[in-house]
């Protein structure tokens, strides 16, 4: 999913500091790499790394990343090899200046536009679509010499999810895609300052306040002059926005405010109507940490069923699901979850978790507190069966990894070995979010945008 992160100080040449810190609070949407680009008035100075952010950065590489303004990013793959080469910020120099760009999403088309932008003689340093859209940028900008107008060129060329910030010489541009996927808001502390976060928990953490979020199909720009707003195409041609549901049940910090909606209160519904339409006869509820906690407080206050910690995390360990190696996920989940194993024994235990979607964590859950000692174990899902693959930035590339996709539930439910198994709805889901207007692709198999080609090559 990536996170991204940009400022434009009107008072301190020393952003990268801050900017460290936003993309720390930002881990959580990626964790294989990181990067970060300061502009100092005359050149883009920049650093990138592989790992998580404490493991990249020192106090002296910082302090070398001169600017007033900068942008950073942290790495969650989906088109494109973990390795150096595709961590971003990238950084392309032309004619018309320095440009800088990192992005959180997925591009559809990004190979057939690559192909064009290799016949008319750009090279590519990554395999990243990221890039592509940096190369678009430089191509559109050479012949308009305007970043609004460059950027609502190139987006009627992306298929796809994008929230981009873009840092043009001394300007700071920030973009969410027309269908909305991605989240990016913006904020502003008290010097004035002005940023650009995928959340607004990174925000928080150097103490701006959030302004607004980022409104789908907007372009912002932002430099000595203050911030302006820019649509990228007329009300009347803009789609439907189609923000990723699993933002609010996975992905997001539950800090966060996404769209106006709080992340916190989200999750907290999802359990409450999970125990609605799941009622279960048991001893003691168990959140399948983290970001089944939330949920399950929901689920235990609507149940009326105690709730527990029954199960620890290693927090030195990265997410699961987020992790490419199937091997190196079955062996992060031993490492991740010990239980605690007299609050277990002997009971009828209610797992909360977020989403099945290979199954496999799941089924070793499940085994862990049967061996803990669990008398029953009843796995409450908070939210529906996903059945199709996500080409807007999740890493789940094929129908055949899914469970959903060719069991139904009570087969999930024997695969898993679970007593019982219940998802959330659709309509659950859309309740406890609040709100209609968001992309259900992976629950429904009907996508917001164009697929055709990356659907013939999914098995």
Known sequence: MCGIFGIYSFLNNDVASKIYYGLYALQHRGQEGSGIATFDGEKINSYKGLGLVPEIYTNEILSELHGSVGIGHVRYSTTGDSC?????????????????????????????????????????????????????????????????????????????????????????????GPNGFKPLCVGKDEDGSLYVSSESCGLDVINAKLIRDVKPGEIIVIDGNGMESYNMMPENEKPVPSSCMFE??????????????????????????????????????????????????????????????????????????????????????????????????????????????????????????????????HLRVGSPKIISPCFYGIDMPTKEELIGSSKTVEEIREHITADSLGYLSIKGLIKAIGRKDLCFACLTGNYPTEVSNKLNNVK
Do not use: W
């Open 84 to 176: 150096i080469e595709n961590c971003q910020p990238f950084v392309v120099s032309s004619s018309i200046g320095s440009l800088s760009i990192v992005h959180n999403g997925d591009i559809v088309n990004s190979d057939k536009l690559k192909i064009e932008l290799e016949k008319l003689g750009h090279i590519f340093m990554s395999s990243t679509d990221s890039e592509v859209i940096a190369h678009l940028l430089v191509r559109e900008l050479l012949k308009t010499d305007d970043i609004v107008e460059a950027v609502t060129n190139i987006s009627k060329e992306l298929i796809g999810s994008y929230a981009i910030i873009i840092m043009h010489n001394n300007k700071l541009i920030a973009v969410r």
């Open 248 to 377: 609010y049940v996975y992905f997001a910090r539950p800090d966060s405010i996404i769209d106006g909606v709080n992340v916190y209160d989200v999750r907290r519904n999802i359990g409450k109507i999970l125990a609605k339409e799941h009622p279960c006869d048991a001893d003691i509820v168990v959140p399948v940490p983290d970001s089944g906690i939330t949920s399950a407080m929901g689920y235990s206050e609507e149940a009326n069923i105690p709730y527990y910690e029954g199960l620890i995390k290693n927090r030195y360990v990265g997410r699961t699901f987020i992790i490419p190696s199937q091997e190196a996920r079955v062996l992060a989940v031993r490492l991740k979850l010990n239980p605690i194993k007299h609050l277990i024994k002997d009971k009828k235990v209610v797992l909360i978790d977020d989403s099945i979607v290979r199954g496999t964590t799941s089924q070793r859950l499940i085994d862990l507190v049967r061996k803990a000692g669990a008398k029953e174990v």
